[in-house]
Every structure is written in structure tokens, then in C-alpha cells.
């Protein structure tokens, strides 16, 4: 069962890194087929971080191990999914979830 907390938080990664992702990548494959590949990867990297490497590391280590580690993972995702170059995957993976870290921290502690 997912906690609000969770919700809240994959909800607000969503609305946050899909622009980004669709802004970044548009141009390699049809708009749908771009916001469903950064849908599907945010969802699928986000549990990893909340349920499993939270246990492991604690919050300086989850930030820089645990978001390189979703960074890599999502940016390989995109490029697999969406045929296109690591070198515009990594860069759209990389904003995409500094943007939702950074605003999604900021618009959690109003």
C-alpha cells in the first residue's frame, strides 16, 4: 500500500520531470511516446528510492548515490525506449530530476 506521503511525492516527480523530459526530448519521438517513457521511468526508478535505498544509505549518500544511480537508469530507459542518444538522454534525465528535487523540496516545505 502506498502512503501519502509517497503519493504526494510521485504525483509532484511527475508534474515536475515530465515538461522537462518532453522539452528536452521532444524532437526524437512522438509527444506521447516521450511522456510515456518518462512517466514509466519516473515510476519505476521512484519506489527504489523511497523503499529500498532509504534502508541503505542515509540522506547524503541517498542524494548523491541514490539520485546518480536513478539519473543512469532513467537516462538508459529513455535511450532505449525512445531510440535516441545517451548523450540527449543523460542530460534530460539529469535536469528532469534535479528539477523535481530541487522544486519538489522548495514547493514540499511551504
Given at each position: 500500500?502506498?502512503?501519502?506521503?509517497?503519493?504526494?511525492?510521485?504525483?509532484?516527480?511527475?508534474?515536475?520531470e515530465?515538461?522537462?523530459?518532453?522539452?528536452?526530448?521532444?524532437?526524437?519521438?512522438?509527444?506521447?511516446?516521450?511522456?510515456?517513457?518518462?512517466?514509466?521511468?519516473?515510476?519505476?526508478?521512484?519506489?527504489?528510492l523511497?523503499?529500498v535505498?532509504?534502508?541503505?544509505?542515509?540522506?547524503?549518500?541517498?542524494?548523491?548515490?541514490?539520485?546518480?544511480?536513478?539519473?543512469?537508469?532513467?537516462?538508459?530507459?529513455?535511450?532505449?525506449?525512445?531510440?535516441?542518444?545517451?548523450?540527449?538522454?543523460?542530460?534530460?534525465?539529469?535536469?528532469a530530476?534535479?528539477?523535481?528535487?530541487?522544486?519538489?523540496?522548495?514547493?514540499?516545505?511551504?
Amino acid at each position: 500500500m502506498m502512503t501519502n506521503d509517497f503519493l504526494i511525492a510521485w504525483l509532484l516527480t511527475l508534474a515536475l520531470e515530465l515538461p522537462v523530459i518532453y522539452l528536452l526530448l521532444h524532437k526524437s519521438a512522438p509527444r506521447m511516446k516521450v511522456l510515456f517513457a518518462g512517466f514509466v521511468a519516473s515510476t519505476l526508478t521512484l519506489p527504489w528510492l523511497w523503499f529500498v535505498l532509504r534502508h541503505w544509505m542515509d540522506y547524503n549518500q541517498l542524494l548523491l548515490i541514490g539520485e546518480s544511480l536513478v539519473v543512469i537508469i532513467e537516462a538508459a530507459l529513455l535511450a532505449s525506449w525512445l531510440q535516441t542518444r545517451l548523450r540527449l538522454a543523460v542530460p534530460a534525465a539529469f535536469l528532469a530530476n534535479l528539477t523535481s528535487l530541487l522544486m519538489g523540496t522548495w514547493i514540499l516545505s511551504l
